[in-house]
């Protein structure tokens, strides 16, 4: 009986524990009889030494990073009840340093309307800056800031030329505000325009599909061997987010503009002193069949006339006369008033450049000698 006795006490023990670890919500089968006791880590396994690839990413985003600067701008609003003018914050950008005195490059757009902008450096220092000087045609603004000692080194500078579709490229930048962000790419294709809403264009630019995003505006685009080849200025997104098309100014472009602006304040477009309007050359495209820029009228002085072009005249019974149409430039078709633009913008004040233009219904070449336009 005594043993009897003893198992059902014993059961009815082991039960009443169940029910209060069921009870509990901490039943676990392996808990009951130990199954866990003594349970380590696994044990980690050996990764190995990194891919060549990705040793060369890692390098060059850490060799570039001190060199990429976060803007974030102000802009000066009116408030309605109090007639007081205050700072709100406007947005941010992304910019690099482009030498020792302390200028930073970023795009035009990241401080278009702003009152004030701030830089801050990868070591988290942060400065007013000053405008320099901005081209809204290149999309392309030049600001300092008094870095005094400890400066950050200035990006290395490289060549867009000679890219090749498929090359491999770095964008760095603050996307959303994530600062100093690293996305990869390629270069996906060349000599792309961008149309603005106001009808000017942007040309000549790199599209890459590297990741960018709004805030990596301004921001570098290196090649394998941390060398700059561009501003990333724009994305192709009906989302606002990245979606594989990414724009970027071609450094070539940068290293003709960003010295004008610095030491101008402001870029002098080469060109031939000739008036350009789009909606009126269009229209008289149309009425004599011919794609090119149709001279208008040729200033005194001018580069134009110097090279020998004829305007167009209005005849005594008010027709209008046309002189030389222009269809190239140093043989690249030209068609619109825009792309004739584009085109000058390839050369500096002072060149001599070959111009083909229809006269008369022939075809002739002249030379022309590019002067600075307003």
């Known amino acids: 009986m005594k043993n009897r006795f003893l198992v059902r006490l014993i059961w009815l023990t082991l039960v009443a524990v169940l029910l209060i670890q069921v009870w509990q919500g901490g039943f676990s089968f392996f808990s009951l009889f130990g199954g866990n006791q003594g349970a380590a880590p696994r044990v980690v396994t050996a990764r190995g030494d990194l891919a060549a690839d ?44 482009w030498d020792d005195e302390g200028h930073v490059v970023t795009n035009f757009h990241v401080i278009d309307g ?43 500078v490289g060549t867009s030329s000679d890219l090749k579709v498929g090359q491999k490229v770095f964008a760095i930048g603050n996307p959303f505000g994530l600062d100093w962000t690293l996305t990869t790419g390629i270069v996906s294709a060349l000599d792309r325009s961008l149309n603005e809403e106001n009808g000017a264009s942007v040309d000549h630019l790199i599209q890459t599909d590297a990741a960018i995003n709004p805030g ?3 921001g570098p685009l290196l090649d394998s061997a941390g060398r700059l080849i561009g501003i990333t200025t724009a994305i192709y997104s009906p989302s606002g987010a990245n979606a594989g098309i990414g724009f970027a100014v071609p450094v070539d472009t940068v290293n003709r503009v960003v010295p ?23 229209r008289l495209k149309r009425a004599i069949g011919v794609e090119g820029v149709v ?15 004829r305007p167009a005249k209005r005849s005594s019974s008010g027709e209008i006369v046309l002189g030389d149409t222009i269809v190239a ?46």
């Open 54 to 97: 990705e040793k060369t990413t890692i390098e060059l985003f850490e060799k570039a990073r001190d060199s990429v600067v976060f803007i974030s701008t102000k802009g000066e609003v009116l408030d309605f009840w109090t007639r007081n003018v205050r700072s709100v914050p406007r947005g941010t950008g992304s910019g690099f340093i």
């Open 114 to 156: 702003a009152s004030e902008a701030v830089v801050k450096l990868a070591d988290g220092r942060s400065f007013r800056a000053a405008l320099v000087g901005a081209s809204k045609s290149h999309d392309i603004a030049v600001l300092k800031i008094g870095v005094g000692f400890r400066r950050p080194p200035p990006v290395p």
């Open 216 to 218: 990596n505006s301004g």
């Open 260 to 282: 004008h602006l610095i030491s101008q304040g402001r870029y002098l477009r080469p060109g031939l002193g000739i008036p350009l309007n789009d909606a009126l050359n269009e």
């Open 295 to 309: 001279v208008l009228d040729v200033g005194s002085g001018s580069a134009a006339e110097a090279a020998g072009l």
């Open 329 to 374: 430039v140093e043989g690249k078709p030209v068609a619109t008033c825009q792309i004739l633009q584009s085109r000058l913008d390839d050369y500096k004040v002072g060149d001599t450049i070959r111009v083909t233009i229809l006269r008369a219904g022939k075809t002739i070449q002249i030379s022309a000698t590019l002067q600075p336009e307003p």
